[in-house]
C-alpha cells in the first residue's frame, strides 16, 4: 500500500491537510533544535517515508541525520530528493520492531505520521526505548483525537468521507487514504499514548495539542539512571 503511493504522497499529504502538517513539523523541529545544533548528536528519523521530515532535521543538524522505513519505494523516493537539496542522507530499510541499532546509541529519535502504522504500540515503544542514549528524547508527532465534541465531529466527517475520496484521486489509492481514517480511529488519544510512553521505561513525558487536538506532539525521555542501570 505504501509503495504505492510513494510517488504522491507528499503532494497528497499537504494538500489533505491544506498544509497545516508543515507548522506541526516547525514545532517539532524547534522542540529538537538544541539537540539537533549539537556536533556529533546521533539522530533518527523513523518511518521516515519519502524524506520530509528528515530532511528539515538535516538543514538544522551538524551531524548526519539517519533515516528509516520498511518501505523500499520510500527510501529511493527520500534519496533522491536528499541528492536535490545536496544531502547524502543514510538510510536504511528495516522494521521498526527490530531497529539494527545497538543499545543506547542515539541522541534522539523521531517519528512522523508513522508510529500509528506500528503493529505493536508497547513493543515499538521499548524498541526505541532501547536505542536511545541517556537523556535521550523520543519525539512522536502523530495524528490525535479532538477532545471538543464540534471538532471531533468535523474531524470525523472530514476523514471518514472527504479524505478517502480526495486523497484517492490524487494519490492513486483509495485504500490507501480509507485505511488513513481507521488507523486513527483505532490509535490512543494522546493522554493514553502519553501513559504508554510512561510504561515502556520513558521518566519524563509531556505532550502538545495541535490544531484542536487533530495531531498531537509527544516526547519522552530517557533518564541517565535507567540507562546506567540497564
Same mark, same amino acid.
Given at each position: 500500500?505504501?509503495?504505492?503511493?510513494?510517488?504522491?504522497?507528499?503532494?497528497?499529504?499537504?494538500?489533505?491537510?491544506?498544509?497545516?502538517?508543515?507548522?506541526?513539523?516547525?514545532?517539532?523541529?524547534?522542540?529538537?533544535?538544541? !539537540?539537533?545544533?549539537?556536533?556529533?548528536?546521533?539522530?533518527?528519523?523513523?518511518?521516515?517515508?519519502?524524506?520530509?521530515?528528515?530532511?528539515?532535521?538535516?538543514?538544522?543538524?551538524?551531524?548526519?541525520?539517519?533515516?528509516?522505513?520498511?518501505?523500499?519505494?520510500?527510501? %529511493?523516493?527520500?534519496?533522491?530528493?536528499? %541528492?536535490?537539496?545536496?544531502?547524502?542522507?543514510?538510510?536504511?530499510?528495516?522494521?521498526?520492531?527490530?531497529?539494527? !541499532?545497538?543499545?543506547?546509541?542515539?541522541?534522539?529519535?523521531?517519528?512522523?505520521?508513522?508510529?500509528?502504522?506500528?503493529?505493536?504500540?508497547?513493543?515499538?515503544?521499548?524498541?526505541?526505548?532501547?536505542?536511545?542514549?541517556?537523556?535521550?528524547?523520543?519525539?512522536?508527532?502523530?495524528? #490525535?483525537?479532538?477532545?471538543?465534541?464540534?471538532?471531533?465531529?468535523?474531524?470525523?466527517?472530514? #476523514?471518514?468521507?472527504?479524505?478517502?475520496?480526495?486523497?484517492?484521486?490524487?494519490?492513486?489509492?483509495?485504500?490507501?487514504? #480509507?485505511?488513513?481514517?481507521?488507523?486513527?480511529?483505532?490509535?490512543?488519544?494522546?493522554?493514553?499514548?502519553?501513559?504508554?510512553?510512561?510504561?515502556?521505561?520513558?521518566?519524563?513525558?509531556?505532550?502538545?495539542?495541535?490544531?484542536?487536538?487533530?495531531?498531537?506532539?509527544?516526547?519522552?525521555?530517557?533518564?541517565?539512571?535507567?540507562?546506567?542501570?540497564?
Amino acid at each position: 500500500m505504501f509503495a504505492r503511493i510513494a510517488p504522491r504522497y507528499d503532494f497528497a499529504n499537504h494538500l489533505l491537510s491544506f498544509n497545516i502538517d508543515r507548522g506541526w513539523r516547525k514545532l517539532l523541529l524547534k522542540r529538537l533544535e538544541p !539537540i539537533l545544533k549539537r556536533p556529533h548528536a546521533k539522530i533518527l528519523d523513523l518511518c521516515c517515508g519519502t524524506g520530509d521530515v528528515l530532511l528539515e532535521l538535516q538543514e538544522i543538524a551538524r551531524a548526519p541525520v539517519i533515516g528509516l522505513d520498511f518501505c523500499h519505494p520510500m527510501l %529511493l523516493a527520500a534519496g533522491q530528493k536528499a %541528492l536535490r537539496k545536496g544531502f547524502r542522507a543514510p538510510l536504511i530499510e528495516a522494521d521498526a520492531l527490530r531497529l539494527p !541499532i545497538p543499545d543506547n546509541t542515539l541522541d534522539a529519535i523521531t517519528i512522523s505520521f508513522g508510529f500509528r502504522n506500528l503493529a505493536n504500540y508497547g513493543a515499538g515503544l521499548r524498541e526505541l526505548y532501547r536505542v536511545l542514549n541517556p537523556p535521550g528524547v523520543l519525539a512522536i508527532l502523530e495524528f #490525535s483525537h479532538p477532545p471538543g465534541l464540534v471538532m471531533h465531529a468535523a474531524y470525523g466527517l472530514y #476523514s471518514r468521507v472527504l479524505l478517502p475520496v480526495i486523497g484517492g484521486v490524487v494519490s492513486g489509492s483509495r485504500e490507501a487514504y #480509507s485505511y488513513l481514517p481507521d488507523s486513527i480511529r483505532k490509535f490512543p488519544d494522546a493522554e493514553n499514548l502519553r501513559k504508554m510512553m510512561q510504561a515502556a521505561g520513558f521518566d519524563e513525558t509531556k505532550y502538545e495539542l495541535l490544531t484542536g487536538g487533530i495531531a498531537a506532539l509527544h516526547l519522552g525521555w530517557k533518564s541517565p539512571s535507567r540507562g546506567a542501570a540497564e
